[in-house]
Structures are given as structure tokens and as C-alpha cells.
Nanobody, 116 residues
Framework: QVQLVESGGGLVGPGGSLRLSCVGS????????MSWYRQAPGSERALVAV????????EYTDSVKGRFTISRDDAKKTVFLHMNNLRPEDTAVYYC?????????WGQGTQVTVSS
């Protein structure tokens, strides 16, 4: 059974930091591109960052460049999202995503709230 389990969300003040983790099981984690998406209330789910499985190449949406870092530990089947200098507009549910060709898996999401 495929599972992606996120953790690390919570409430943080503006300028604060959080580290999200996502542990995968039931599939060949090391062979999948891994991503983080987010969905704010009233908005569509949007890509935040992606990390490739072969070369570890990363890409970010413009609004998080220089503040967020995606990384992966294939031995632990875990992908991370390090978030620094958080802003109120980063408030959303953050989802972990795994993709390889036509295989496509989602986690259940973790809430991140940035507020003073």
C-alpha cells in the first residue's frame, strides 16, 4: 500500500522557520521525482518545489526562491522542505507528491499557519 505521510506543520510567526518532512512507503521512493505543493483557502493547489530522482536537480516557484529548500534522503525514503523567513502568505496546507511516468501519489497534507 502506497503511503506519503507529512509532518512538521504548525503555527509560526512571520520571519520564522519550519521543516516539513514526508516519509514514503509502498513504492520505490528513490526512483520518483518528489515535490511539495500547497493550497491556501479559496485557491488551487500549486507547486512549491520539486527535486529530481536521478540528479537531485531542484526547482522552485518564484515566491519561495531563496527562502525554501527542498531535499531528499533516499535511504530514509524522506523528502524535506526547509522553510525560512516565513510570511503570512505562505499559510496553506502543504502536500507531498511523488511522480514517475504515469504513477502519481499524494500525501494527506500538513497545515502551515504564519501569523503573529
Amino acid at each position: 500500500q502506497v503511503q506519503l505521510v507529512e509532518s512538521g506543520g504548525g503555527l509560526v510567526g512571520p520571519g520564522g522557520s519550519l521543516r516539513l518532512s514526508c516519509v514514503g512507503s509502498g513504492f520505490m521512493f528513490e526512483a520518483y521525482n518528489m515535490s511539495w505543493y500547497r493550497q491556501a483557502p479559496g485557491s488551487e493547489r500549486a507547486l512549491v518545489a520539486v527535486i529530481g530522482y536521478s540528479d537531485g536537480r531542484t526547482e522552485y516557484t518564484d515566491s519561495v526562491k531563496g527562502r525554501f529548500t527542498i531535499s531528499r534522503d533516499d535511504a530514509k525514503k524522506t523528502v524535506f522542505l526547509h522553510m525560512n523567513n516565513l510570511r503570512p502568505e505562505d499559510t496553506a496546507v502543504y502536500y507531498c507528491h511523488a511522480r514517475r511516468t504515469w504513477y502519481d501519489y499524494w500525501g494527506q497534507g500538513t497545515q502551515v499557519t504564519v501569523s503573529s
